[in-house]
């Protein structure tokens, strides 16, 4: 029973990383609203909330950490940077409703919002233990997908952030 | 007689009796395995959520009748002098409750996510060294499951049936029909994979229907237990036909008139009453004693069954009453 059950794991295990490898194919999973599409070659709507260091806002220019990664991804998808500045809980609430692509304001994992928007995976994990994530729109898993390759591709640059 | 005496199983049933512990044990292992593997690919899909909940539901089944195995077999007490058969029943019921209400309370939030149009986010998970999107593997997680659950659900059927198990009966059913609610959670994710995020909400309330009709499903029938049922068929209403054969071996003895039989399942075994008309009023002790004990063997889960004279049957079929 128990042997039977381990070499159907071993293939299914197979199955799913060639099935894996013809999906991503077909480009699947696909945006609920198709975010992704949009941004590419299109614009990336930023909601931006100052926190040092992962956004500093001096004048009309923004930096930090955060804002570096975005400038980098609208890069990598060809697509323009259009920023929204206010406070975290009005722009995490123009997210939900599909308004904003992606929010940046030095975010955790912890974060109350956890249940109503889609936090990427943790990219850093600051000195109190904090794991830093971004919020995109819930269900826009294309477009999730997305921004967590691109964590991923910088593991280990952003792991090493200095604070 | 078996009054205040322990039952002893046939040796068959004995046999299956260890086959269906082992069986529940390994329902146990097997089941720890896949809710490991769906609590691992959670993420936020209401579906998964749901799956992997009746999932750990499942495992109450297994506890259950492994606890109830141990229970039944003692010998009758003072306090307890009809044994501890009922221990089953009554363990089923506390199932039985517990997966109606869990199930409608997944329906619940399944509708709420649905109504208020929350959309489930799956991101990406690494695993050897490559990024899945998360999706995928909820899929093989669920696809694993089906597999076991079906195989233990075909393995549980034939003891089940050997035993007259109903509690095994149960837990196979709901074994066997885990690939409705896994391959529902499947479609659910499938369709969130091609950007049709109500799938994944109404997939999440098919499942929790599918858990409330098993909750329903073993209250009707452990009700009907604790409400003492004449002995039914595996898995229906269907009544057997036992309490009259019984009658019938009765009216055959050469010291019987009439006989009128009522009989109560009590988990594994079955209690009950002979009422026989004799055909003369000096009826000995022993003949009572003989035909007891030679009746109770018709039927290897009949364990106390009382023989009754009575002076006349009513309708054929209670004792008849003067001044009733």
Wanted: net charge neutral.
């Amino acid at each position: 029973m128990t042997r039977i059950a381990f070499i159907r794991t071993k293939w299914l295990a197979g199955i799913l990383i060639v099935a894996t490898g013809f999906v991503s194919a077909c480009g699947l999973p696909h945006d609920a609203e198709g975010t992704l599409p949009r941004v590419q070659n299109g614009v990336m709507r930023v909601g931006i909330s100052a926190d040092s260091p992962w956004v500093v806002q001096a004048g009309g220019s923004v930096s930090g950490y955060e804002a570096q990664i975005v400038t980098q991804l609208a890069a990598q998808l060809h697509s323009r940077i259009e920023t929204h500045a206010g406070s975290e809980s009005e722009l995490l609430e123009k997210l939900h409703k599909q308004n904003l692509d992606i929010v940046i304001g030095g975010l955790t994992d912890d974060s109350p919002w956890k249940k109503s928007l889609a936090l990427t995976r943790p990219y850093h994990e600051d000195r109190e233990g904090k794991k830093h994530v971004l919020a995109v729109p819930p269900g826009e898993n294309a477009w999730l997908l997305t921004v967590e390759r691109y964590l991923r591709d910088n593991e280990e640059r952003l792991k090493a952030i200095p604070e | 007689m078996n009054f205040g005496r322990r039952f002893i199983f046939p040796e068959e049933q004995w046999e299956e009796r260890k086959r269906a512990k082992r069986l529940s044990w390994i329902s146990l292992a097997v089941l720890t395995s896949t809710a490991v593997l769906m609590y691992l690919t959670l993420g936020q899909s209401e579906a998964m959520k749901t799956a992997w909940v009746e999932d750990l539901l499942g495992m109450i089944p297994p506890i259950v009748i492994l606890i109830a195995y141990r229970i039944e077999t003692q010998k009758p007490t003072k306090r307890f002098p009809y044994g501890y058969f009922r221990a089953v029943s009554v363990a089923f019921l506390v199932t039985a409750a517990v997966l109606a209400i869990a199930g409608l309370s997944l329906l619940f939030d399944a509708v709420t996510k649905l109504l208020a149009k929350e959309r489930p986010p799956i991101g990406s998970i690494t695993l050897f060294g490559h990024q899945f999107w998360l999706g995928w593997a909820m899929i093989a997680a669920l696809s694993y499951s089906i597999t076991v659950s079906v195989l233990l659900g075909m393995r549980k059927r034939p003891v089940a049936e050997k035993l007259h198990d109903k509690a095994l009966d149960a837990d196979a059913d709901m074994n066997k029909a885990d690939w409705m609610s896994e391959g529902a959670a499947i479609v659910g994710i499938l369709l969130v994979a091609y950007g049709k995020w109500w799938g994944d909400a109404v997939a999440a309330g098919f499942i929790s229907i599918n858990i409330i009709r098993d909750g329903i499903r073993n209250l009707r029938e452990v009700l009907a237990d604790l409400m003492d049922e004449t002995p039914t068929k595996l898995g229906g209403v269907e009544t057997e036909d036992l309490p009259r054969r019984i009658a019938r071996e009765a009216e055959k003895l050469d010291w019987v008139e009439k006989a009128s039989v009522r009989l109560r399942e009590q988990g594994h075994v079955l209690n009950g009453e002979v009422f026989v008309v004799p055909k003369t009023d000096d009826v000995k002790v022993s003949k009572i004693e003989e035909a007891s004990r030679e009746l109770a063997k018709i039927d290897w889960r009949i364990y106390t069954l009382s023989v009754m004279p009575v002076a006349g049957l009513e309708d054929g079929n209670l004792p008849k009453i003067e001044s009733r």
